[in-house]
């Protein structure tokens, strides 16, 4: 279930009219409509069944480093959480969905898509070419980012972010996927590195 229908039903928990048969006023005013919502002040419901849960709710890694020193050599793959995994964050931290013990990107397995991002500060080695930083989520089907930048750019931040969908006990769900991080055209060096990946779910990883 999105955020925004959440926020839908919040809306409506506490408007229904428990004392006349739980009926809603119509928006242009009126006498008032049959509603198969009911709210006990508690549990918001539809044809008795509860639709909104407390615990169905956003689950979130952020984790920022900052005055690093990371080279991303031109041309070669880096799994981005080993990569990571190695220093002293400056707040947060990888877990739960960037998994240390296997240098993967995991999931909830839930018909729940998962928003992600990264954002990098660093430095390429110099500005003789055009070049870009791209990171693939190896095992899916084609997920990769790019972002390109010109010959005159040598101090950098460049944010990569996207949704991944996912599937109850699909592929993503049951396998995760290595980030691999690779510069092209030019080393790179990562000073500060943000990572965030949240998902909305009541269950857990």
Not at 128 to 143: E, H, K, P, V
Request: glycine share 8%; charged share 15%; with cysteine.
């Amino acid at each position: 279930m999105a955020t925004y229908t959440l926020k839908l039903f919040k809306a409506l928990s506490g408007l229904l009219s428990t004392g006349d048969n739980n009926k809603l006023l119509k928006a242009s005013g009126g006498s008032a409509v049959p509603s198969l919502l009911t709210d006990d002040g508690t549990t918001l419901k539809y044809n008795s069944k509860a639709i909104l849960n407390e615990d169905y709710n956003r689950k979130k890694s952020e984790v920022y480093y900052s005055g690093q020193s990371v080279p991303i050599t031109d041309g070669t793959s880096y799994n981005l959480i080993n990569l990571l995994k190695v220093l002293t964050p400056t707040t947060g931290a990888l877990s739960p969905f960037f998994v240390v013990a296997d240098n993967k990107l995991h999931v909830i397995n839930d018909n729940s898509s998962l928003l992600f991002k990264l954002n990098i500060t660093g430095n390429w080695s110099s500005a003789a070419s055009a070049r870009y930083l791209q990171l693939d989520f190896a095992g899916t089907n084609g997920n990769r980012l790019v972002a390109n930048r010109t010959q005159t750019t040598t101090g950098d931040t460049i944010t990569l972010a996207t949704f991944l969908s996912v599937d109850k006990d699909g592929n993503l769900a049951t396998n995760g996927c290595d980030l691999l991080l690779k510069a092209v055209g030019g080393n790179f060096t990562i000073t500060n590195a943000l990572l965030v990946a949240e998902q909305v779910s009541s269950k857990s990883l």
